[in-house]
């Protein structure tokens, strides 16, 4: 097995000369650089913890000042009574925020299917967790848990075996999945160094011996779903080997990441990914669009992608649910709607 750092240099090496249409956007090539830095910087044990991690790709509840002052405010937090203690952690980390997605995701349980209430998140990457029950919790977890329940209440979940995922940061769907169901097969379709990440975080979940990496997929002239699926329980993939994935998954999931990219891009994955989908398709994105960059190289979208014009993108499935309030996240004013939508293949 190729170690951490060959594989994100493969990966990089050959990003250079890969197609632009599976090339980083707008909005990623403004943080792909500070995303490396911190990797050579910090090292990828406590990648969840990196201050550009936190911004593109591992969501937390925590506050910006908890994020940049922790390590001398914590101490000093220590020291109060107790009960102004619990008052100031609570305003530091956001745990309110957490506890209340949680509700939400226990109050939308649908029985039967993936048995999504045994999943606990590992401890693997650092970074914020939240114990409820008894079992770990991070943000992008509890994102996606409330999206898969909307997918078991629309879909038949128990008949999951295999999924592929784009954008799918540093592989929180397939832990949780590959938990509910050990069976399965997840694979993530990811640019650059999120994909080296992906790739490290999932062999540390479930064994380096179980997951397929670039250094021996890219060698494959045809990448068989199927013979993967014999061999391995995951797969993290890059963009330019869309092309050679042959066979079906039975869930495609896009969570947050078509948003961040130009129309035109997401157009060539939908036509790559819709022959391999064999029944679902789960989205979160946003209904209103992503902030429009001022020039070329600003944090931001050149066109924004909207949830409904991603959905009109998948014209041979049609929609069986959306939401944005309660599994998704809105605001009062409807500025911000991050939208969940389940679909199905047209007979």
Wanted: hydrophobic share 40%; charged share 25%; with cysteine.
């Amino acid at each position: 097995m190729t170690g951490f750092s060959e594989t994100l240099q493969l990966m990089l090496d050959d990003l250079e000369e890969a197609p632009p249409e599976f090339r980083p956007t707008n909005f990623w090539s403004t943080g792909l650089p500070a995303i490396i830095h911190d990797i050579e910087k910090l090292g990828i044990e406590g990648f969840r913890t990196h201050p550009s991690a936190t911004f593109f790709y591992v969501p937390v509840y925590g506050s910006k000042t908890l994020r940049r002052y922790g390590s001398w405010l914590l101490p000093l937090v220590d020291k109060l009574p107790a009960r102004k203690r619990a008052r100031m952690m609570k305003r530091l980390t956001h745990s309110d925020r957490a506890a209340l997605d949680y509700r939400l995701f226990r109050a939308t349980e649908v029985e039967g299917g993936l048995a999504l209430d045994v999943v606990s998140e590992s401890e693997v990457g650092a970074g914020e967790r939240f114990i409820f029950d008894a079992r770990r919790y991070s943000r992008s977890m509890l994102n996606y848990l409330r999206g898969l329940n909307l997918y078991k209440r629309h879909a038949d979940s128990a008949a999951w075996q295999s999924c592929l995922e784009i954008g799918g940061g540093y592989g929180t769907l397939g832990e949780i999945l590959l938990k509910a169901q050990p069976e399965g097969l997840y694979v993530n379709v990811d640019i650059p160094p999120v994909a080296a990440v992906s790739t490290w975080y999932l062999q540390q979940v479930f064994g380096a011996e179980n997951v397929l990496d670039y250094a021996q997929s890219r060698q494959m002239s045809e990448i068989d779903l199927t013979e993967i699926a014999t061999r391995y329980k995951a797969a993290v993939l890059c963009p330019w080997q869309l092309p050679r994935v042959k066979g079906q998954v039975d869930l495609f999931v896009n969570f947050m990441s078509f948003q961040e990219m130009e129309p035109d891009v997401v157009r060539n994955y939908v036509r790559l990914v819709q022959p391999l989908i064999g029944k679902n398709v789960l989205m979160r994105n946003s209904a209103v669009g992503k902030k429009v960059a001022q020039k070329s190289g600003e944090v931001g979208v050149i066109d924004q992608v909207k949830s409904g014009f991603v959905r009109e993108c998948f014209d041979q499935f049609e929609t069986l649910a959306t939401d944005a309030f309660v599994y998704g996240e809105t605001n009062e004013s409807g500025s911000y709607q991050s939208e969940v939508s389940v679909m199905a293949r047209i007979s």
